[in-house]
């Protein structure tokens, strides 16, 4: 008899007795899906809560459903869609998910379960390159999940990308090839000749502070990773985000001014 209402037959009421399923099970909604804690490949959950948190294609509904393992008996919450068209009236409420009997594998698949990657990340700044955007999330998760090396790398791939470009192709007074190749010399190169904003330059001291080649392996803190995203954040918000909003509000205004029609 296990725990999660196997012979809970005094639970019955008179006109109930015949749910009565002693060694069964209650009725319960079930889910069938591997166990991230206990490694049960296959097992059956029972569902204990369905929550749309959001959809696609207007109508495929996607939720986060907590469950409990019947093996190890622990909690997962997992993601999971919806998987038929035709179900789509059922889902305006997914409460039917919880009713008795249900088999949830019937009506959603199982897309993955809650983890620490799941913790609220600092989103990119807008109007990035997609490459640079690519890095600073990568980055950002890894910072929210308390890896700072990984995050580092990751920032420091951010401002590398957004700063090769602003070098001049041909020579210049004091950029030698090292000057280029290095951030932390190519940064404050770029200042001193007013390339990059000047008040961003206090903030950029993470990185000459983080040593020049990025082989400082496995040295960074929490908060050595936290002064890279704010420069980081900053320095891709002056160099795209800006510059972008001033164009579609430049846009916005030459459309206002166009002669109506
Ligand atoms: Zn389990």
């Not at 490949?41 to 459903?65: C, H, N, P, R």
């Not at 999971?80 to 035709?86: A, G, I, L, M």
């Not at 080649?213 to 985000?241: C, K, V, W």
């Not at 916005?252 to 109506?260: E, H, I, L, V």
Request: glycine residues 8%; neutral net charge.
């Amino acid at each position: 008899m296990d725990e999660t209402g196997g012979g809970v037959g005094f639970n019955c009421s008179r006109k109930g007795v015949h749910a009565f399923r002693f060694g069964l099970g209650a009725r319960m909604a079930t889910l069938v899906a591997d166990c991230p804690r206990c490694g049960s490949k296959s097992i059956t959950f029972d569902i204990k809560d369905a929550l749309v948190y959001g959809s696609e294609y207007d109508w495929q509904m996607l939720l986060e459903m907590p469950c409990i393992c019947r093996a190890c008996h622990r909690f997962t919450v997992f993601f999971t869609k919806q998987e038929q068209y035709e179900h789509r009236d059922l889902f305006r409420d997914p409460k039917f998910l919880l009713k008795g009997d249900v088999n949830g594998n019937d009506y959603v698949r199982v897309e993955g379960f809650v983890s620490t990657k799941d913790r609220a990340a600092v989103s990119p700044p807008e109007h990035l390159p997609p490459e640079i955007a690519a890095a600073f999330a990568e980055g950002s998760r890894c910072l929210s999940v308390s890896c700072p090396n990984a995050a580092g790398a990751m920032f420091r791939t951010c401002i590398d990308l957004a700063t090769r470009s602003r070098l001049p192709e041909g020579e210049s007074e004091g950029l030698t090839s090292k000057v280029r190749r290095d951030l932390g010399l190519r940064l404050p190169w770029l200042f001193a000749q007013n390339i990059l904003p000047k008040d961003l330059e206090a903030l950029s001291r993470c990185i000459r502070e983080d040593g020049n080649d990025g082989a400082h392996a496995a040295s960074l803190t929490q908060e050595d990773a936290e002064d890279l995203i704010e420069f980081t954040q900053a320095l891709l918000e002056r160099l795209y985000t800006e510059p972008a909003r001033l164009k579609i509000a430049e846009a916005r205004r030459d459309a206002r001014r166009q002669p109506k029609a």
